[in-house]
């Protein structure tokens, strides 16, 4: 069974660009989940969606923003990119909200922004 | 506002010893605990988990104790192999499913 395939795995965008990473739960799960990584700071939640409605949202500003599709793909946005914005961007998916056991990780998107 | 905290950065220890990672929280809603185990460059994978109405969960070299009335969690590794180096991290269940992460620490086993 194909894992949670996150792309692309890198992307380098200058201050001021946007950018849209893709992430492609496994099959059959419904809900996926964003998170942002930087170091010291953990796993920064950013939002989730299931069954194409986002469920809950972290504290990001408006720039961040994602959707989720009918198969269950997920896209999340970053407009007007910032230096603080560099950081390792994090898919998960789950049956739904509600099943044990947490999540699957993808590998990440690496966003470097200069 | 950080709900799961991991304040040791990092932990060392001598292959064979014993591991003990901790993990301390504000909220007495979260119904799941969890523990993930992520090398460089790779997603987070899952390690183990503990019901909050549990007070342990065992799992071959790894344990994981639940103190509620402390809001601790704390993850025991017996006996650590370098292979367990890595950065752990601590997460909560909220009522809403969302997962809630600690900072991280990272192990560092030493032959």
């Known amino acids: 069974k194909a894992g949670v395939t996150q792309t692309p795995r890198y992307l380098i965008k200058t201050r001021g660009q946007q950018v849209t990473l893709s992430c492609s739960p496994i099959s059959g799960h419904r809900s996926v989940s964003w998170y942002q990584q930087t170091p010291g700071q953990g796993l920064q939640f950013l939002f989730e969606?299931?069954?194409?409605?986002?469920?809950n949202k972290g504290n990001f500003p408006g720039r961040f923003s994602g959707r989720q599709f009918s198969n269950s793909r997920s896209e999340m946005n970053v407009s007007t990119l910032e230096l603080g914005d560099s950081a390792l961007y994090l898919c998960?998916?789950?049956?739904?909200?509600?099943?044990?056991?947490?999540?699957?990780f993808g590998s990440g998107t690496r966003l470097t922004v200069v | 506002d950080q709900q799961v905290k991991q304040n040791s950065p990092s932990l060392s220890v001598q292959e064979g010893r014993i591991s003990i990672l901790n993990c301390d929280y504000t909220?007495?809603?979260?119904?799941?605990f969890l523990w993930y185990k992520k090398y460089p460059a790779e997603g987070p994978t899952f390690l183990i988990s503990i019901s909050s109405i549990k007070d342990k969960n065992e799992d071959g070299r790894f344990t994981v104790f639940l103190n509620k009335s402390a809001k601790h969690l704390s993850l025991h590794i017996v006996p650590s192999q370098p292979g367990d180096s890595a950065v752990y991290f601590c997460a909560a269940r909220s009522h809403t499913g969302k997962l809630i992460f600690g900072q991280g620490t990272t192990l560092q086993v030493k032959p």
């Open positions: 998960a998916s789950s049956l739904g909200p509600e099943s044990p056991g947490g999540y699957t």
């Open positions: 969606y299931f069954s194409e409605t986002q469920r």
């Open positions: 909220n007495s809603m979260f119904d799941y």
